[in-house]
């Protein structure tokens, strides 16, 4: 399997580099403050994954982490699985306090562009006034400590604002994007319950305008938690609600000083949402300790962002990526937003604002690196004077993508490709400042996260392809999913497979340099350039449709990024599957959730294969589909219908091509 990886390197750090990074100065740190030294940086990674007690509390150290009371125990272990386990127990802390504790008069907190609006600033004194009094409206809204508020909002300053109040008060964040149909958001918050809503009346995608206004009485409707709404003019600045509150009469709201409440350190956070492969979609709840650890360890060590620097990733509201691209504020970064498509009007528009705004890290999906590289954009005359690392994720980046950005940049820029996921809001892989980069290759394993291959025995292996698991628990691994009380959807989501071990649910390959290649998903979670989706999402809207009895929908991920999402439809009784009947299919696809949920082809099947128990077997089949032995994919003894997966087995390959 490595002959998908370079043997020369693409990149290599230099000397002063190495010295200068946050990396470097952390293990300098380590050898003054508690005599620790280490060669290299796997024995520094070994270090940290098998003294857990101490690598944390250093993370802690390092960056002065501010609590409001002492902590009595770095670690208390769950005796079954990471479920229960406790860190820093005694700390009361807030997130906001410590991206707050960076504000100053010399640089701005945030800049922002979209697709309607030239790029802008914020500056520090005016996004403390504006979460102040947004702050001081959700208190007088009866918004307090534990209670959860939510967000529809575009990319801009206004998310963060709203969130970074919310998380002031000890208050719970969860955020959807505009392009969510209404079933989507209702899916996600109807299980929180929000006492506030924050909405906008619109957005704008590759140049056009998608009115929300006429479907907001409906979502509030549906959410008879809700105290107060609050409505954002983002298309047009005249629009009204009579249920809501408008953005601009909150900001007036009066307040004297922005306060910080202190929460213990496994206190919510906020919630994100995995993609609902098994009926609606899990509510992720991660801790506000856990976060601002992982966050503090990721962006500084791993990235290596410092104070000044400027930093963009390109995302939506409704991806973990946002709150990961917010956390960099916590280490003394501007952030720099954009909304709306990065196709419009042409691929070059984030390369503009790169150069305009001086963006120091620059982060996408790989299938944005990808599309640029097919589209062979220009960017001659492009200058990136203040460009030291791309950073890659949302599915693995072949290549021939890394080896397009060293052919397309300069020389001395550091592409940083990482994985992770919802699960930790942060990755498990990433890049190392001190280690020279490969192209196909994920540089390093994250300190702290004891990552490993296993075979089909459950043994560790090198070298070989195996299953994604991590053996140590991570303090930002969720303390629960919301109304799961007794953790039986968070232990079937990790745990069920290798006892006291989290499968993530990739394949991937550790090398023997100690860097890692990801093969793509192992599970049955769609994987569209990059962004997630659910099945269940897919099955709802398909299947609502009259002449559809049933359904099953799988993503291939092939050579050079390609993705290739087939659904396979069983008609209703005297119907065929018609050129009319995939029109009706698209068109519920991407009313009801979003364009990237319609398929790239449909075809029509007698029956869809289940288990016994009734379960659709979309893992097997995606890997049948993808040239795996069918004897070793699936138990036809399990089945309800073992006769179905004839029908995958005989599937041309030719017609999985795009």
């Not at 202190?262 to 919510?268: A, M, Y």
Request: charged letters at 20%; aromatic letters at 12%.
């Amino acid at each position: 399997m490595t002959d998908r990886v370079s043997v020369k390197p693409l990149w290599m750090p230099s000397r002063n580099f190495v010295e200068q990074s946050n990396l470097k100065k952390f293990q300098n740190w380590l050898f003054v403050k508690k005599g620790l030294y280490f060669k290299n940086y796997h024995d520094l990674w070994d270090w940290s994954v098998t003294d857990l007690e101490d690598f944390w509390e250093s993370i802690w150290q390092f960056n002065d982490v501010k609590s409001h009371s002492l902590y009595f125990d770095v670690l208390i272990r769950s005796s079954k699985d990471f479920i229960g386990t406790k860190w820093f127990r005694g700390a009361t802390i807030n997130y906001a306090e410590h991206i707050f504790r960076h504000k100053n008069t010399s640089r701005p907190a945030i800049m922002y562009q979209s697709e309607r609006e030239p790029l802008r600033e914020l500056s520090w004194r005016d996004l403390e006034k504006q979460v102040g009094a947004v702050a001081a409206f959700l208190k007088q809204s009866g918004v307090g400590v534990g209670d959860r508020v939510a967000g529809v909002l575009p990319n801009g300053p206004q998310a963060v604002i709203a969130f970074l109040a919310t998380n002031s008060l000890g208050a719970v964040w969860s955020s959807c994007s505009p392009d969510f149909g209404t079933a989507s958001v209702l899916d996600r918050f109807q299980q929180i319950e929000p006492k506030v809503l924050f909405l906008t009346d619109g957005y704008t995608y590759n140049g056009k305008a998608y009115d929300k206004l006429p479907l907001i009485g409906d979502l509030i409707a549906q959410l008879p938690t809700l105290k107060k709404t609050v409505l954002l003019p983002f298309l047009n600045p005249q629009s009204k609600l009579s249920q809501a509150v408008m953005w601009g009469d909150v900001l007036k709201t009066p307040f004297s000083t922005l306060e910080f409440t202190p929460v213990p350190f496994e206190h919510p956070l906020w919630i994100l949402y995995s993609s609902g492969t098994t009926g609606k979609p899990k509510a992720i709840t991660h801790s506000v300790g856990g976060c601002l650890l992982e966050h503090l360890k990721a962006l500084s060590l791993h990235q290596n962002v410092k104070p000044g620097d400027r930093y963009f990733w390109y995302s939506t509201t409704g991806w973990m990526m946002w709150n990961f691209s917010v956390a960099s504020m916590l280490v003394g970064a501007t952030l720099v937003l954009y909304e709306g498509s990065a196709a419009f009007p042409n691929l070059n528009v984030l390369w503009d604002l790169a150069e305009k705004a001086k963006i120091n890290h620059f982060g996408g999906g790989a299938a944005y690196y990808i599309a640029c590289m097919k589209a062979g954009i220009n960017l001659q005359g492009y200058k990136f004077n203040q460009l030291q690392t791309i950073g890659s994720t949302g599915s693995p980046l072949p290549s021939e993508g890394f080896e397009w950005v060293y052919k397309t940049f300069k020389k001395d820029v550091w592409l940083i490709s990482l994985s992770g996921g919802t699960d930790i809001c942060s990755g498990f892989v990433g890049g190392c400042p001190t280690l020279p980069l490969y192209a196909g290759e994920i540089q390093c394993r994250l300190l702290g996260c004891k990552l490993e291959a296993y075979d089909e025995a459950g043994q560790p292996v090198k070298n070989e392809l195996g299953e994604m698991v991590i053996t140590q628990p991570m303090p930002s691994m969720p303390i629960y999913f919301w109304n799961d009380s007794q953790n039986q959807r968070y232990r079937a989501s990790y745990f069920e497979d290798y006892p006291g071990v989290w499968r993530h649910g990739d394949w991937i390959q550790i090398t023997e340099r100690e860097g890692v290649v990801i093969y793509g998903r192992s599970d049955a979670t769609l994987n569209r350039d990059g962004v997630r989706i659910g099945t269940s999402e897919i099955y709802s809207a398909v299947e609502s449709v009259e002449d559809v009895a049933d359904s099953l929908v799988v993503c291939l991920e092939q050579e050079g990024g390609k993705y290739f999402m087939p659904l396979f439809v069983v008609p209703a009784k005297g119907q065929k599957l018609t050129d009319d009947l995939k029109s009706k299919i698209n068109h519920e696809l991407r009313t009801r959730f979003s364009p990237r949920h319609v398929p790239d082809a449909i075809y029509a099947i007698s029956e869809i294969p289940y288990t016994i128990s009734g379960k659709k077997m979309e893992a097997p089949v995606k890997k049948i589909l993808m040239g795996m032995n069918p004897a070793k994919v699936a138990s036809r003894d399990t089945m309800r219908n073992p006769q179905s997966l004839d029908f995958f087995v005989k599937f041309a390959p030719e017609k999985l091509s795009v």
